[in-house]
């Protein structure tokens, strides 16, 4: 019987923290409760990765991060503590950065289509007599040469036995038999199975599939039988030989066919438990023909978020949007959705403007003004992709929108409509993989940079333009979840959100205080501004959230979400006179502008603490599979990777604990402060409840709350579990408590778990039921 979790824990496996080193961590994350240990990426990574996502090598485990002798020591730790293990997986792509790390990738440019991997890389033949196109050049090729930047090295070699060509720190194989033409470059490049092209030419003229935008990272066809068995053979392995109980499969949307995929991996693994970083649109379904247990979990984090927020101050963030577009000249703000066309279209012309000639060079017959009208189509779609031949509507109303928006395309359109339907063509195969990187680019990576009013609204799988869910809303899509992915994974945080989930629960109190944020900002944007009013606001709630931070953190926060916004600055072709704005700001931040961040920050980070809180229960006990990411069972106030990326005390952490207990066992409480105690008394015992007493959380209704602040609690009956959890506290406080609002309930006892006060049977007044903490997790006695 396939085991699946009732919890899991995320730690970020790099040098730093080796498979060794979360060995150790088995028994505090057995204390902590969680019931599986989750993974991030273990194969072997391009050299010095802290990520992992980047694999150069499928067949063993990565040395750096504790080898195939590591994972087995953490897996038996593991089972020693009756903890299972999830392991993030990487089936799109391969790292080549370090060609000579990677022994497909090298293979392929030694001996072109000679190799046995050359059919492992989604290279177009078509183009360049398909040869490798490589874009690591700093200036055109002629220019190259001309300074006499190649250096060859004809000296035979294991992996390169006709020597090495070389361009600054990058190192290629040189092809059999062309190390004769070493004194006439260009005869020799021109023999070469790779054709050097300058940097720039990766967002034009690139031929091979890669990872969004990143030229770094070469698509593979795990489509093939033989590129699936080879790339997952160690993969597999893990499951087999009971190293690993779960996998964790990364954008599957960049496959050619998801779905196939899937079925081949639940084949191999004997239906082991699998989850897929699956972004999913508002309304938009998780494919239930799929092998897989549900998604990573943005879709509950999107809730959880809205169920929080105040849509009345969501308004008045909005005009706050509208004055500094105003005061520094800047047009109004477009709709979202106008918003992510123009940004979906930007990215379709510039850095992802060779996937689209691909999906030119993929049409079986010509087509006028066919690279116009599919980028058009792209930027039109409404979801990140479809799966043919189910998701048509999908594509009919990209279409449709392309065709309304750009009627001068409207023939070109019409011609390529049945073509792009036609899943029997190659461009109707790669035209999802395109629109879904296309969509994470322009959306994710751009839009979400420049829709600024409040940056809880802006993360992963969210759409700015629900800003809030009502209590039955959200109880709607837990009652979904329960129904149709009950084992799907939850999550608040993770590696890649934007921000943390106690940022994102501090600034979602902005908008229960919109006028005074408002004042707060004019005299922020006083003391230091770029002169661009919502890059402003973005810059000043970075610091306002993750407060306290250093100037060296907001800065790199602040370099990357301007150059992401690709408005006044870019990644390619950086400002750095504008930038130089951006740096004030950081600056700033712990300067002339401290005594004001601070003074803000004391008004509202207790409001902050009690969302945190609150999201943090309703994730933890909600349907599906909650995931805790690492550190985050205290407060954790990140921004963006790689800030969310930093190694966590864990020894500190488990010392905590400990002292936690102990002062719990003799009626010590926690206070909610600085110091985190309170959230890892609520993640602790919830992760406990949910572990040891699963049986108790086998349904999901509301409960009813009772009384005039009735809207500011979501409280759930689960089982034998009832969770009630505060909302909106600015504006609770403001109408003095709880007062006689009530929590209907069975006549039978209960004990508050995180408090350790038994509760009478009947109905229970909030103000006596939250008088500690701004939540409740009560377990009724038999």
């Known amino acids: 019987m396939t085991r699946r979790p009732v919890s899991t824990y995320r730690l970020q496996i790099t040098s730093r923290l080796t498979l060794d080193d979360a060995a150790e961590l088995t028994p505090y994350l057995a204390s902590l409760g969680a019931d599986w240990v989750y993974l991030s990426p273990i ?97 055109q090729p002629e220019e190259v040469l001309a300074a006499g930047d190649l250096v060859v090295d004809p000296t035979p070699q294991a992996d390169a036995p006709d020597g090495t060509l070389s361009y600054f720190e990058h190192i290629l194989p040189l092809a059999p038999g062309t190390a004769a033409l070493a004194d006439d470059l260009p005869a020799l490049l021109a023999a070469q199975n790779y054709e050097l092209r300058f940097w720039e030419d990766q967002n034009t003229e690139l031929n091979y599939r890669r990872f969004f935008a990143v030229s770094e990272l070469a698509g593979i066809r795990v489509q093939l039988d033989d590129v699936f068995r080879e790339s997952h053979r160690e993969i597999v392995r893990w499951i087999t030989d009971g190293l690993a109980d779960g996998l964790r499969v990364d954008h599957p949307d960049g496959l050619a066919d998801p779905g196939g995929y899937l079925e081949k991996l639940s084949d191999a693994t004997g239906g082991a438990y699998t989850l897929v970083e699956k972004i999913l649109e508002p309304g938009e379904a998780l494919p239930d023909w799929w092998r897989t247990d549900g998604t ?37 703000g477009a709709s979202w959705h106008d918003l992510t066309h123009r940004t979906k279209r930007l990215v379709a012309d510039t850095i992802l403007r060779s996937e689209v000639r691909r999906l030119v060079h993929a049409l079986p017959f010509g087509v006028v003004d066919a690279e116009d009208a599919l980028a058009e189509i792209v930027a039109c779609f409404p979801v990140y992709r479809s799966y043919l031949p189910a998701g048509r509507e999908h594509l009919e109303q990209a279409l449709a929108e392309a065709s309304a928006r750009r009627p001068d395309l409207a023939a070109a359109i019409a011609e390529l ?223 963006v990777d790689p800030d969310n990326r930093r190694p966590v005390d864990f020894a500190a952490n488990a010392q905590l604990l400990g002292a936690l207990d102990t002062d719990v066992a003799h009626g010590l409480l926690p206070a909610i402060d600085g110091t985190g105690l309170a959230k890892m008394l609520v993640t602790s015992r919830a992760l406990r409840l949910r572990r040891d007493h699963s049986e108790s959380f086998t349904r999901y209704r509301a409960a009813e709350v009772v009384g005039a602040a009735f809207a500011h609690a979501v409280a759930v009956d689960r089982g034998r579990v009832t969770v009630v959890a505060t909302r909106l506290p600015v504006a609770l406080a403001r109408r003095g408590g709880w007062g006689d609002t009530v929590l209907m309930r069975p006549d039978r006892a209960a004990t508050d778990v995180l408090t350790g006060r038994r509760v009478d049977p009947g109905p229970v007044r909030l103000a006596d039921l939250l008088d500690t903490y701004p939540v409740a997790l009560l377990m009724e006695e038999r």
């Open 417 to 639: 409509a049945p073509l792009l339907a036609d899943p029997a063509l190659e461009v109707a195969e790669r035209l999802p993989q395109v629109s879904g990187a296309v969509m994470a680019k322009g959306v994710e990576d751009t839009a979400f940079y420049r829709f600024t009013r409040l940056g809880t609204l802006t993360e992963v799988g969210g759409d700015p333009s629900i800003a809030a869910v009502t209590v039955e809303e959200f109880h709607a899509a837990q009652q979904n979840r329960l129904a149709a992915w009950p084992n799907s994974m939850t999550t608040l945080s993770t590696h890649d959100t934007k921000r943390s989930e106690d940022v994102r629960a501090r600034l979602s109190v902005l908008a229960e205080v919109p006028q005074r944020w408002a004042e707060v900002l004019t005299e922020l944007r006083a003391i230091a501004s770029t002169g661009h009013g919502p890059l402003d606001s973005l810059l000043w709630q970075a610091a306002v959230g993750a407060w306290p931070i250093t100037s060296e953190r907001l800065r790199d926060y602040g370099l990357k979400a301007a150059r992401e916004a690709a408005e006044s600055t870019t990644w390619q072709h950086p400002d750095e006179e504008f930038e130089r704005g951006v740096i004030a700001i950081a600056d700033a931040a712990n300067g002339a502008a401290r005594a004001t961040i601070e003074d803000f920050v004391a008004e509202i980070a207790g409001f902050g603490r009690s969302n945190s809180l609150s999201a943090k229960l309703l994730q933890l006990t909600g349907p599906g599979v909650p995931d805790v990411y690492q550190g985050s069972e205290l407060w954790d106030l990140s921004l």
């Open 296 to 332: 990573t979990g943005y879709d509950a984090l999107g809730e959880i978020d809205r169920v929080l927020i105040d849509p009345d101050g969501v308004g008045a963030l909005d005009a706050l949007d509208a004055r500094l577009r105003a005061d520094t000249g800047l047009p109004d």
């Open 43 to 139: 194969l072997a990574a391009t050299p010095g990765s802290d990520h992992g996502y980047d694999v150069v090598d499928p067949s063993r485990i990565d040395p750096s991060r504790g080898g195939a002798e590591g994972l087995e020591r953490f897996a038996a730790a593991a089972r020693a503590h009756d903890l299972g293990i999830l392991i993030d997986t990487v089936p799109n792509h391969m790292g080549v950065s370090v060609p000579r790390a990677n022994p497909w990738w090298w293979d392929v440019l030694r001996l072109g289509r000679a190799s046995r991997h050359a059919v492992a890389f989604d290279i177009d033949a078509r183009q360049s007599d398909g040869r490798v196109r490589l874009p690591i050049l700093g200036a």
